[in-house]
T-cell receptor, first 112, second 111 residues
Framework: TQLLEQSPQFLSIQEGENLTVYCNSSSVFSSLQWYRQEPGEGPVLLVTVVTGGEVKKLKRLTFQFGDARKDSSLHITAAQPGDTGLYLC????????????FGKGTKLSVKP | DAGITQSPRHKVTETGTPVTLRCHQTENHRYMYWYRQDPGHGLRLIHYSYGVKDTDKGEVSDGYSVSRSKTEDFLLTLESATSSQTSVYFCATGGGPDTQYFGPGTRLTVL
């Protein structure tokens, strides 16, 4: 069974702090997606990375795909309460069906 | 936002009754997926479709069936609901490999 391990599972920080969450696997992926999910809603796609070593920035969020395409990280600078949510990573193999393997998520709470 | 709606958004039913959940998309995406999300398990794929009338099983397909008669609609049916199928169900669509957009979810409780 292919697994995507996310760490930490839970993270509670104060507004203004920086944080990094990790997504690791023993499998090589053709792409890696990050989603944010708020309570009572569906996951929302934040970014897709496809090239080993790729770095993408989305305002205060920085996403990196590992050189070997087995892992990824999400770094948030100066976290705000609006960043609170469940962050999910998902790996894709580029198959014709487009199926993804999801991690169990990191639950982030940013306190004012 | 891929224009995905799910109905109903909430449902309470009794063990043994049939239940059908509907997913509707307006993006003309070829791929559609049904997931369930449970604490400690994350998102797990139930069934998916790669075209009209073309469907396949996912990781946790037992007790579920699907149908896709039109590009825009993907139905998930629980033939005889059990308490273990209490969950939040998400539909997703994808225009191509490795990119999926999710609906708002349906919270199903089986008593």
């Amino acid at each position: 069974t292919q697994l995507l391990e996310q760490s930490p599972q839970f993270l509670s920080i104060q507004e203004g702090e920086n944080l990094t969450v990790y997504c690791n696997s023993s499998s090589v992926f053709s792409s890696l997606q990050w989603y944010r999910q708020e309570p009572g809603e569906g996951p929302v796609l934040l970014v897709t990375v496809v090239t080993g070593g790729e770095v993408k920035k989305l305002k205060r969020l920085t996403f990196q795909f590992g050189d070997a395409r087995k892992d990824s990280s999400l770094h948030i600078t100066a976290a705000q309460p609006g960043d609170t949510g469940l962050y999910l990573c998902a790996g894709g193999y580029g198959g014709s069906q487009g199926n993804l393997i999801f991690g169990k998520g990191t639950k982030l709470s940013v306190k004012p | 936002d891929a224009g995905i709606t799910q109905s109903p958004r909430h449902k309470v039913t009794e063990t043994g009754t049939p239940v059908t959940l509907r997913c509707h998309q307006t993006e003309n995406h070829r791929y559609m997926y049904w997931y369930r999300q449970d604490p400690g398990h994350g998102l797990r794929l139930i069934h998916y479709s790669y075209g009209v009338k073309d469907t396949d099983k996912g990781e946790v397909s037992d007790g579920y069936s699907v149908s896709r008669s039109k590009t825009e609609d993907f139905l998930l049916t629980l033939e005889s609901a059990t308490s273990s199928q209490t969950s939040v169900y998400f539909c997703a669509t994808g225009g191509g490999p490795d990119t999926q957009y999710f609906g708002p979810g349906t919270r199903l409780t089986v008593l």
